[in-house]
C-alpha cells in the first residue's frame, strides 16, 4: 500500500532551499524568534525569492512542517507490507513513530507550537493535521483492513490508532519534551517500541 498523495507544490532548487533553510532558522530559533532575513540568508536566496513562494512567516513555517511529516511518513509506508502479519507492521511502525517523536525536530516543533498556542494557534493545528493526525489517518487504512481479514478484533479503528501512537510516547518522550534526558539509545527506544506492540497485540490481535 502507497502513501497517499500529497497536494502539489512548486518545485525547484531555492524552493527546496527555502524550505531548508527555514527548517534550521526554525529549530534553532523557534517561530517567533525566526526572522524573514535570517532564513533568506540560510537558503542562499534573496527576500524578494522567499516571498515568491511564501507570503509570510507562518505559511512557510506550516509548509515546512507538512513536508517533514510527509517524508517521515512516506518512509515509514515504504518499509511497511500491509498484507503482512499484525506483529510485523506493528512492529515497523512502533520504531519508526517513537524514533520521529524524539527527534530534534519533532520536539523542538511541538515545544514552539505550545510556546505560540495563545498567539497563533494555527501553528499548533497545522502542525497536528501533517502529524499526529495524518499518521493516525494513515494507520486507520491499514487497521480496517487487518479488521476485515479477521487478524484484529473488531473495535474501533480511530481508538485502536489513538492509543497505539500514545503506546509510543510512554517513558521517554515526556523525559525528552521536558529536557531531562537529550539522547536515548537503541535499546532504550527498542524497549518501548516493543512494548508498544506487545500491548496492543495483546488488547486487539485475534
Given amino acids: 500500500m502507497s502513501a497517499q498523495t500529497s497536494t502539489a507544490s512548486p518545485k525547484g532548487r531555492k524552493y527546496e532551499d527555502v524550505l531548508g533553510g527555514a527548517r534550521e532558522i526554525f529549530l534553532r530559533d ?10 533568506a540568508r540560510a537558503a542562499g536566496v534573496s527576500k524578494a525569492t522567499l516571498y515568491s513562494y511564501f507570503s509570510d512567516k507562518r505559511e512557510l513555517f506550516r509548509e515546512v512542517t507538512r513536508v517533514e511529516c510527509e517524508r517521515m511518513a512516506e518512509t515509514t509506508l ?3 507490507d500491509f498484507n503482512a502479519p499484525p506483529r510485523e ?3 515497523t511502525a512502533a520504531h519508526s513513530l517513537t524514533r520521529f517523536l524524539l527527534s530534534n525536530f519533532s520536539l523542538q516543533m511541538f515545544r514552539t507550537c505550545v510556546a505560540e498556542a495563545a498567539r497563533f494557534p494555527e501553528l499548533g493545528q497545522a502542525f497536528y493535521q501533517n502529524g499526529p493526525e495524518m499518521g493516525r489517518a494513515r494507520m ?3 487497521l480496517k483492513l487487518a479488521i476485515e481479514r479477521g487478524q484484529l ?3 474501533d479503528p480511530d481508538m485502536i490508532a489513538e492509543q497505539f501512537s500514545e503506546l509510543c510516547r510512554a517513558r521517554l518522550w515526556s523525559r525528552a519534551i521536558f529536557g531531562v ?10 524497549e518501548v517500541a516493543n512494548h508498544a506492540v506487545e ?8
Avoid: K, M
Wanted: charged share 20%; net charge negative.
Fill in 30 to 39: 523557534g517561530f517567533e524568534g525566526a526572522s524573514v532575513d535570517d532564513i
Fill in 140 to 142: 486507520v487504512v491499514y
Fill in 153 to 155: 478484533h473488531d473495535v
Fill in 89 to 91: 507492521v506493528f512492529t
Fill in 181 to 190: 534526558q537529550t539522547s536515548f539509545s537503541e535499546a532504550e527506544i527498542n
Fill in 199 to 206: 500491548t496492543v497485540l495483546a488488547r486487539f490481535a485475534v
Fill in 78 to 80: 515504504a518499509r511497511i
